[in-house]
């Protein structure tokens, strides 16, 4: 068996969640063992498509009519495209309605969450949709001895600080603002944001949030992983404050360090994060500033080795073989269709 892994603008979304999600792909396929191409004028058995822009529809059409089997993968919802760019929020029908005519040039959906495989559903596809989570490589997360003296260095933070991290683009819809806000009503607390989007594709209120001048507070742009890794192991707490996702990937990587965390009580998490036995949940602004600082008091305990199992349930070799079943679903899946 051998894939095609189509991904259109690549060099675009390299830097997002999606682009984290697609190498993952690669490495699980490498782990075990099944061809890839990222060629389409190479021979492959399988189309497995990320993206939804018009280029990948038409590849998916042409190639779906064409007796390839098609493996569309929904990472993007109406739902998590509210809250983001300029006008998202109006043009998000038109944009589920478009979703809906993509995914359904597939066999098959994989869906990154039981939560997103259940709102596809709702879109009333018609297709077949499984949960396969976007995995994480534990490979890259090897625990860092001196990551905490590495990070305060990296950063200029002193040793005394309590450095609380989020990551994330730069959208409403990830918390930012609320974070901005912590940042203002904690002053004893240091905050940094790593994740960049240009500032011309957001709205105003995001802009202004982006340049709010406070000692406390800063942005620090888009960093290679290893450095999300040394700041999620170095500081003393990830906040991740988004309010709607697929999956978020940032959770499994705060799992695979065994960090101290806080995630948003949304509906994206009830499956596989439970709150104070994985991770620390919030509502809204004021829990997470209460939790903040309980964590600074050290007045909560940690859950590191917990999260880690959920990170080891997801680990790339086994992301491979639940990527392996789906495309021999796919492959049967048109079989009976052209017996028909």
């Known amino acids: 068996m051998k894939v095609l892994l189509y991904s259109e603008n690549l060099k675009q979304i390299n830097k997002s969640g999606l682009g984290k999600a697609i ?39 042409k190639l779906g009519h064409s007796g390839i089997p098609v493996v569309y993968h929904a990472h993007s919802t109406e739902e998590d495209f509210r809250n983001s760019f300029i006008f998202s929020n109006q043009v998000s029908p038109l944009f589920k309605q478009w979703l809906i005519q993509a995914y359904r040039q597939g066999d098959i959906l994989i869906a990154p969450t039981p939560y997103a495989k259940k709102l596809l559903e709702s879109y009333d596809i018609g297709r077949e949709i499984v949960s396969v989570s976007n995995g994480i490589d534990l490979r890259r997360f090897n625990h860092v001895d001196n990551a905490r003296e590495l990070f305060l260095e990296e950063f200029n933070y002193e040793p005394d600080d309590f450095i609380v991290m989020g990551i994330g683009l730069y959208l409403e819809r990830k918390g930012i603002l609320d974070f901005v806000e912590l940042a203002k009503r904690m002053p004893h607390v240091q905050f940094i944001w790593f994740g960049y989007t240009d500032l011309k594709l957001v709205p105003d209120n995001i802009k202004q949030a982006i340049q709010t001048d406070l000692p406390n507070l800063r942005f620090a742009g888009y960093v290679p992983n290893d450095s999300i890794i040394l700041g999620l192991q170095g500081s003393d707490l990830f906040l991740f404050p988004t309010m709607e996702e697929t999956e978020g990937i940032p959770a499994l990587e705060a799992c695979a360090t065994k960090a101290n965390f806080i995630v948003r009580d949304i509906p994206v998490f009830d499956d596989w994060l439970i709150d104070k036995k994985h991770v620390y949940k919030g509502k809204d602004i004021d829990d ?43 492959i049967e899946i048109k079989h009976e269709e052209e017996k028909n």
């Open 288 to 330: 997470f500033e209460r939790l903040i600082e309980q964590f600074r008091l050290n007045d909560l305990p940690p859950l590191g080795e917990a999260a880690y199992e959920v990170a080891k349930e997801r680990n790339l070799i086994e992301i491979g073989k639940q990527l392996k079943d789906v495309y021999q679903k796919a």
């Open 23 to 61: 190498q993952h792909q690669k490495e699980a396929l490498s782990l075990n063992n099944i061809e890839y191409t990222t060629d389409i004028n190479d021979t492959f058995d399988v189309l497995h498509i990320n993206t939804y822009f018009p280029k990948s529809y038409y590849v998916a059409y």
